[in-house]
């Protein structure tokens, strides 16, 4: 038995590979998702969860820094 791949498929439609339609900042595609919150990558995107732990740290960061400076006025 021979089951067809999705790209044979999708090409019987006339409808690309998804592979082969990447999305960039001007056209929609299939983009890499990551969870790191240190990437420098410009080809792949966070994903909700990366956003905010990001935010958590910065928050996290912030928050030490004003008491830090609230208790060295002192």
């Not at 021979?2 to 929609?28: C, Q």
Request: hydrophobic fraction near 35%.
């Amino acid at each position: 038995v021979y089951y067809r791949t999705v790209s044979e498929l999708l090409a019987d439609l006339g409808i690309p590979d998804a592979a082969s339609i990447r999305a960039t900042t001007a056209v929609y595609g299939t983009t890499k998702l990551s969870t790191s919150i240190t990437s420098t990558s410009k080809t792949t995107a966070a994903t909700p969860y990366a956003v905010k732990a990001a935010l958590d740290k910065a928050k996290q960061y912030t928050d030490d820094q004003i008491k830090v400076a609230i208790n060295s006025s002192y």
